[in-house]
């Protein structure tokens, strides 16, 4: 499975990108993560369903008490493509 992930709220200067890669990795997911101009962070994962699911319920959480996530978009599809999670 693969999830394409805008996330806003106090997720930028907080070590979320850095969150995210510890916990993709924990969680055996390849994929990205990045900043964009309008204050979200922008990120892919892929693998399987359930960690996928996990992790996405993971991020719902901020993963780190001064990370405030405010609203999630997901889109998941079916696709395969990546191999390590830069």
Do not use: C
């Amino acid at each position: 499975m693969l999830a394409h992930v805008i996330v806003s709220g106090r997720v930028q200067g907080v070590g979320f990108r850095y969150a995210t890669k510890q916990y993709a990795n924990a969680y055996h997911l390849n994929g990205w993560v990045q900043n964009k101009s309008d204050g979200t962070v922008e990120l892919e994962v892929e693998g399987e369903d359930s960690q996928v699911h996990a992790f996405l319920k993971q991020l719902e959480e901020g993963f780190r008490p001064f990370i405030r996530v405010r609203d999630i978009k997901v889109d998941t599809r079916q696709e395969e493509g990546y191999r390590i999670f830069p």
